[in-house]
């Protein structure tokens, strides 16, 4: 049996406010030193001009905890929030910033903000909270610019919580509500496991309503003291201009903007500075991590992180340590380990013979205990997070992952992840991005389907060659028995591929009369919702 791996590093549990007394600390011991860049604009904000706004926007929401809804683009203003709420007591609602009228409705449902943070006041229609404290990003702008350094040692923190919408382990949105300790917990451990220090600077280009920016980027840049440049999207035409501007030396991307940088020219070489890129949010492939190291020969640091467990799971070590393409890394800060995937007729955690596939759970100080309003939480058992993941831990205890439980194909009573099928086809020089799906199908249960972004223009000759190409590589039961080929994989903001999307238009498919002739995509099939 497998033995359950612990890497929770026997550190103590942060205190609270661990955040906010190291902003302070670090206020003291290196006041001038940058602590915060705007990519766009380059402005700047150091660690004494940050604890003096977060104390100032402290002040202005006063002692009451107060329930903030962050409806702002990414940027120093979103920075300063985060800070504020979980420094302040308060409880932080982060929503993308044109959310739709069902995505606001869903927050409402949920909690009554009595601040909101917008753009505008004529956004303030949008939300059905007509007693709540307006602050606009122009009040925000003045009191960051002003907040005079007198308070910068005045407060105790108070701790705070951010509210979170996930799918969880299954399809149904649910709130995750994390605290600053957990929220600490997994900054630190970003902290120690990318060797920050007070001399790094990394740049982050995704959004501050996912857990990914304000904990990866934000808070282990805190931790470590160093300076974090926050672009509010990404940009490939500049991407590169800022890794150099800002002399950067570590970013965090997703692998979609890892494709993306693959297809954009270079003529410069790359500065000197960059140590590496982490990606996150999805699987990487492991053709797209050689392809980058071996064009930018940059390392790419692939990782696998959770909302329930406040971002970071595991994470692949830097050089000189190894870092397996394919793999998402080995385990830091929780306890770890494979079990048979959970049914109806058996819900015990046993856990899978090493290398075998199972259900990913984990454990410790920054996992989540239940969902909000104990919505699904048949998930957590026996102090174990089932995440709904599928993977192995190979001999040395690498996590690969081959999955999500409820995407898995069951072709004939055999079960095909469809990462298997997708590494495959990312490895033909015909195809850019590809996303595997079922088919239902009257004899097999289901048919595995293929959905392509192509290099250039198909034709029926390209469709056999592939054809010919997947079939040397994988068994019958795995073969795509249809390619469908799209402009673009629809996709949500942090650039995981919107699977069901495409699983709706398979069983809207079948529906029609058992049609076996690929259909066509109309813009508003691809529209999301985060």
Known sequence: MLKIREHTENRDQPANGSLYNNLRQWAETQPEAPFIIEAETGNEITYAHALAAVNTMRLFLGDTPRCILLALPGGLVNAIIWLCALSGGHQLIPLVPDASAAEI??????????????????DAHRFPCPDALIITRQMCDALIKYAPYQVQTMLSPREGRVCLATSGTTGEAKSVILNERQIAWTADHVRSSHQLSRADRGLTVLPFFHVNAPVVSLCASLLAGSTVVIAQRFSGRNFWLWIERYEITWASIVPTIVAMLLRTEMSDPIPSSLRFV?????????????????????????????????????ANPLPPGIHKPGSAGLPVGVSLRICSPRSEEDTALR?????????????????????????????????WFRTGDLGYLDADGYLFIIGRLREV??????????REVEEVLLTSPLIQEAAVVGR?????????????????????????????????????????????????LPKNATGKVERR???????ARARRNGSSHPISFREEDLTTQQ
């Open 278 to 314: 982490r990606t996150g949010s999805a699987p990487l492939p492991a053709a797209d991590l050689l392809a980058f190291e071996d064009r930018f020969g940059v390392p790419v640091i692939e990782t696998y992180g959770l909302s329930e467990a406040a971002s970071q799971v595991v």
């Open 351 to 383: 856990d899978v013979p090493q290398g075998s596939n199972g259900e990913i759970c984990i454990a410790g100080p920054g996992v989540i205990q239940a969902y909000h309003e104990q919505a699904g939480n048949t998930a957590f058992q026996d102090g």
């Open 105 to 122: 409705a869903w927050v409402m449902k949920r909690y009554r903000p009595d601040v909101l943070c917008i753009e505008q006041p004529g």
């Open 409 to 418: 194909i069951n072709r004939g009573g055999e079960n095909i992840a469809p």
């Open 501 to 507: 999307l495409l699983r709706a238009r398979e069983q």
């Open 440 to 488: 239902p199908d009257p004899i097999y249960g289901e048919q595995v389907v293929a959905y392509l972004v192509v290099q250039e223009h198909w034709t029926a000759t390209d469709r056999q060659a592939l054809l010919q190409y997947v079939s040397q590589r994988l068994s019958p039961p795995k073969t795509p028995v249809d390619f469908i080929v799209l402009d673009a």
